[in-house]
């Protein structure tokens, strides 16, 4: 009897979710850009970030890819904490259109086109002469592949239906609501789709093994046990990430605690809400569409409740995760928006900004620097964040000189704010670069390469010429000095004529069997991506020497 329903269900569960996922990727495939686009752009305010998650998750089928993605833009500096929790209650809502997809099994026996969806589907994705015919071929194979697993799930259930002691267990659950919400969150978060324990749940409903009062808390413990797959998204991710999960738990939680305190205190009402809406009594036909009802009136509510307050919401998520001494803050500081009504101080403001995206930039190489020396992972961590906060404030700094060519400047400031934007561009390949050696790093970690004494040594000697060079020019750039551009170019002189010493040496070290050939491949790339390095620094202090200026001068040491 065990085989005859676990497996079944096994199977058609991996099935679900494989539908489920490979649909979800060809749809964010056909429409991803336009849908990042959307996000981005129509955020301005609550209500519109609410539609826009609700319309995002309903294409894409999935409020944990919705979610996943908000917390990568937040974590990007795309979007603000608040705009990113607006769109995560929209999803909630976006997300009860699988509960309504799955309910037509039902009515229209969809199961039936099932098998020719997979075949179909398969075909087109393989024989498809357009990327966007392949992509819609990876949609209804996944649709497909959904509905099939759904087929086997309902099989597997089927016997369940004159087993007494189950029946037991799922009516504790309509007396005790607390323990079928602890049940639902705790199945949502081993799947890792809210869909797939929704799915489960109307299927035991349709073959008769549970009511729908008793579904009811499952369908909310669903929607707290989503929210564990924006919290693993969040992880090693910057402070607003963490906090926009946290905001999207804590929603989630709140609304389903007072909704089992009402569902405690006037047993039946929801319920009775939920049937007075559907027409008829419930019967094996409808209660799929009682159970989508149900998840999608209580999801409808509760965002309608937050709404007002996703300010306070916004403050809660603040408090859960405080800002701790010494963690990076990829949003700018000294781009103030006022100031754009004054060009010569919002040209400082910046040069301000882009002098910490040097800083940034140099500690990032830095960082990889002494990960690829001592092998510590926790220096290449560092990278890539540092390299999230430089990309962002690219874009930032970017669209500020934007806005400030738009007001009336002078012609000094005119022909300043191209020359800034370059250097802005060739600060951010510095981060790159720093990015591309740490990737060696890693790969000499998980290797294990060994150097010679020696190779390190001139290694370092190529390090320390870069980082001076860095010095000089940021110097150059802070304090409109000619002295110290003129020394970064003599740097970047002494920088090339390393390289080609290096090179030599290594590529004897190579030829004498002293080096393994990935070390000396590893090596000579970690040698060329800082004469790379160099190279950009070169344009900075050109820049500089070329008539980059900008009134007061800037201490390095008063940017925190």
């Known amino acids: 009897m065990t085989k005859e329903i676990l497996f079944p269900l096994i199977g058609g569960l991996g099935l679900f979710l494989f539908g489920m996922r490979m649909m979800s990727e060809g749809l964010k495939n056909v429409a991803g850009e336009r849908m990042k686009k959307v996000l981005e752009m129509l955020t301005s305010t609550p209500v519109i970030g609410l539609a826009v998650g609700a319309f995002v998750t309903m294409l894409i089928q999935s409020s944990s890819a919705t979610s996943v993605m908000v917390v990568g833009f937040v974590n990007a500096g795309l979007m603000t904490l608040k705009q990113a929790v607006s769109v995560i209650i929209g999803a909630n809502i976006g997300t009860t259109f699988t509960a309504w997809l799955v309910s037509f099994l039902a009515v229209f026996k969809i199961t039936h086109y099932a098998l020719p969806a997979i075949g179909i589907g398969f075909l087109l994705s ?255 961590r560092e990278v890539t964040q540092t390299e999230e906060a430089i990309d962002n404030l690219q874009r930032e700094i970017t669209m500020y000189l934007i806005e400030l060519s738009q007001q009336p400047i002078s012609l000094e400031i005119s022909e300043t704010l191209p020359v800034l934007l370059h250097v802005v561009n060739d600060l951010e390949r510095i981060g790159d670069l720093a990015e591309n050696l740490m990737e060696l790093a890693e790969k000499r970690i998980d290797e294990k390469l060994q150097f010679p004494p020696e190779a390190i040594r001139e290694l370092q000697r190529m390090y320390v010429a870069t980082q001076t060079m860095a010095e000089d020019v940021m110097r150059a750039l802070a304090e409109s000095d000619m002295e110290s551009a003129k020394r970064g170019l003599e740097r970047e002189e002494e920088l090339n004529r390393l390289q080609l010493v290096l090179n030599d040496h290594h590529v004897e070290r190579l030829q004498k069997g002293r080096v393994q050939p990935l070390a000396g491949v590893v090596f000579l790339d970690f040698v060329d991506n800082l004469e790379r390095v160099g190279d950009h620094l070169t344009n900075i202090a050109q820049a500089v020497l070329g008539g980059l200026r900008w009134g007061e001068k800037i201490k390095l040491e008063d940017l925190d």
């Open 126 to 380: 393989i024989i498809g002469k357009r990327r966007s015919h392949r992509f819609w071929g990876e949609v209804l194979l996944g649709f497909g592949t959904l509905f099939l697993g759904i087929h086997f799930m309902k099989e597997a259930f089927a016997p369940l239906e004159e087993s007494e002691r189950i029946r037991e267990i799922f009516v504790a659950f309509s007396r005790y609501p607390i323990l079928g919400v602890l049940v639902g969150t705790l199945m949502t978060m081993m799947l890792q789709s809210s869909s797939a324990t929704i799915a489960l749940v109307q299927v035991l409903a349709f073959e008769g093994v549970l009511d729908l009062q008793t579904a009811i808390p499952l369908i909310l413990g669903d929607n707290i046990g989503t929210t564990i797959t924006a919290q693993i998204a969040s992880i090693g991710s910057n402070r607003n990430a963490r906090r926009t999960a946290w905001a999207h738990t804590m929603f989630n939680l709140i609304g389903v605690s007072y909704m089992v305190v009402l569902i405690m205190i006037f047993p039946g009402r929801y319920s009775g809400l939920i049937d007075s809406i559907v027409p008829g009594e419930i019967s094996r036909l409808n209660i799929m569409f009682h159970i989508a009802i149900a998840h999608s009136v209580f999801n409808v509510f509760n965002a309608v409740v937050f709404l007002p307050f996703i300010g306070t919401l916004e403050k809660i998520s603040i408090k859960l995760v405080p800002e701790r001494p010494g963690e990076l803050d990829i949003t700018p500081r000294y781009l103030e928006r006022r100031l754009l009504d004054t060009p010569p101080l919002a040209l400082q403001q910046a040069t301000r900004e882009a002098l910490r995206m040097a800083k940034l930039a140099q500690e990032s190489t830095q960082n990889a620097y002494q990960g690829f020396i001592s092998g510590d992972s926790e220096c290449l």
